[in-house]
């Protein structure tokens, strides 16, 4: 199953099993757990209502503290470059922005604070709208790379 196909099937056990076949892939693997687990409840949240709402974005907001955590000890060794930026055009409060540059291209979530000990962003947002291809992507990339080298191994 790619990951786009588990991104908008609403099954718990599908995406469960996908984030532990991602968890299993090591640092690059856990990454783009949270990174896919973020976006996809950030997704849900802006559909949703009223207590639904709220309890999406607390599973972002923590997903995204997960992957704060990784990547302060893994991003460099992954070759991603990350960290957070104000958006000064913001006019809720959540004014920060996390940006994560992926080898497929950048991508970003708001968030309501910045998370402690990450660095600052050195860059500038790419004015695209496309965190969520590109991390289905990269997730896909992720899962292929592994299989290619299961693959090779047991030859």
Not at 20 to 29: D, E, R, T
Not at 40 to 59: I, L
Not at 109 to 138: L, N, T, V
Request: positive net charge.
């Amino acid at each position: 199953m790619t990951a786009h196909e588990v991104f908008y099937k609403n099954h718990g056990p599908t995406t469960t099993a996908y984030y532990a076949q991602l968890a299993k892939l090591g640092p690059i693997g856990r990454i783009a757990l949270y990174l896919f687990r973020s976006q996809k409840t950030s997704t849900q949240a802006k559909r949703y209502h009223g207590e639904f709402k709220g309890v999406a974005y607390d599973t972002k907001n923590r997903s995204l503290v997960k992957l704060c955590e990784i990547l302060r000890e893994h991003a460099e060794g992954c070759g991603i470059v990350w960290g957070f930026k104000r958006d000064p055009s913001a006019r809720t409060y959540n004014d920060m922005v996390l940006y994560v540059d992926l080898p497929n291209g950048q991508v970003s979530f708001h968030a309501p604070q910045r998370i402690p000990d990450c660095p600052d962003y050195p860059g500038e947002w790419d004015q695209k709208h496309a965190s969520e291809e590109r991390i289905c992507a990269f997730c896909d990339s992720v899962i292929n790379a592994a299989n290619t080298k299961q693959e090779a191994l047991s030859l």
